[in-house]
């Protein structure tokens, strides 16, 4: 976006202006900021060129799309990116180019990827699949593009539905011009088109008067979060609910004017330039460009309801996303490389945030995966069971935990670590349920399920560990009898 005015007005707007969401001077950060240990934050990978957006595959890996470039690389954490593919008719230039990135919600059936990107004549969504992304089936089409203001985010809502966040294109009228898809964010369905229960009938507008927003998360609720670049004075989180009016152009922060919608938090602009967000433990993560930070919100029900914290405030430069695998780890991605920032010799980066209280795994270990773009994952751990380690130098062990669960589901997690004094370089997990469980998808590892018993071995990936060096497997399962048993005993073997 075009630079921006120096911000004087901070200390000198009136408390009604907006007193209450305003945090001028961020309070330090804590070991445990919204259930995440930050002061064990791993650099998951390096290398990468202006990363925009990340998704899961359920193969045990991550996505990444690269704005200028037009690639996407593939990202286990502790190995360099591997670029897989190159999306084709992509025409990159100031904020336009590869943008966001999401996972069809069945892609173990159709094998889907979506992706917003900038032509040569405007913005579109199109799918394709990775082993031929020249072959793409075009979603929506006309968005309105320019060198600011483009958009781009894409996520799958917990109602199966994809959701588009558009920018004005630098033309604000667009914002509250129903007929047009810019300053919008917009919802249809898997094949682009209108699902019946929009606000606005056939239109695929779900909110609008928005100037430029680029991140998205929902919360155990359903509940619809998203941030938004101001111009010259406030960034804004918003509380999205269908056919609301978010203001702009005629308003930029809070607003008195019943016809709009106000946010739930500002920032300066100098602060924030809020991209990405992601949600989890009661909180939303936001990732800071200008700001140059990862803020954390508590909110509940729509609303805020604590004061924000900043972390990584300096610490790794202009963050560009975040997002929460469902291995209950939050990752956060840098864009020093997109021009405006100073980047590292080793920028772009992906780090990983461990659950506060959880077992780090070793910068080896791969992510667990869903085929949701956007996952709300509460890491709060259930109790576990351990094996006991053997004795001898080649041994391991593995700890057991219910992560997540709800009616008929739950997810779990395997921790496996090489707990002997020499380097292993495979594993094989074992153990039995105890209430009618079964496994109905499971990443980081191969398994087999005969009556209660589960047997997993590691990919070819994470086999190899150094001595107390670990990896997680994650899985989704069903229950008939109950989630809350734990198996007895797991054991581990090593070779």
Known sequence: MPKRLAVALA??????????????????????????????AQVATTGLQAPWSIAFLPDGSAIVSERDTATIAQVRPGSAPTRVATVPNVSPQGEGGLLGIAISPTYAQDQWVYAYFSSASDNRVVRFRLSTPQTQQVILSGIPRAQFHNGGRIAFGPDGMLYVTTGDAGTSANAQDLNSPGGKILRMRPDGTVPPDNPFSGSRVYSYGHRNVQGLAWDEGGRLYATEFGQNTWDEINYIQPGRNYGWPACEGMCGDSRFTNPIQTWSTSEASPSGVAYANGTLFAAALAGKRLWTVPVSAGSRTGTPVAEFQGTYGRLRTATVGPDGWLWVMTNNRDGRGTPAADDDRVIRVPPAGGTSPSPSASPSVSPSANPSFSPSPSPSASASPPAGPRACSAAYRIANQWPGGF??????????????????????????????????????????????????????????????????????????????PVTCTAA
Request: aromatic share 10%.
């Open 11 to 40: 200390t000198t707007l009136s408390a009604v202006t907006a007193a209450a969401l305003v945090v001028t001077q961020p309070p330090s950060a804590t070991a445990a900021t919204g259930g995440f240990d930050f002061t064990r």
């Open 411 to 488: 997810q779990g997690e395997l921790t496996v670590r090489n707990s002997g004094t020499a380097a292993i370089s495979s594993w094989t997990v074992t153990f039995a349920f105890p209430n009618g469980q079964s496994i109905t998808q499971l990443w980081g590892g191969r398994y087999t399920q005969s009556g209660s018993t589960v047997t997993v071995t590691n990919e070819s990936w994470n086999g190899a560990l150094a001595p107390n060096a670990s990896t997680t497997a994650g899985f989704t399962g069903s229950w008939s009898g109950g989630a809350n048993g734990t198996p007895s």
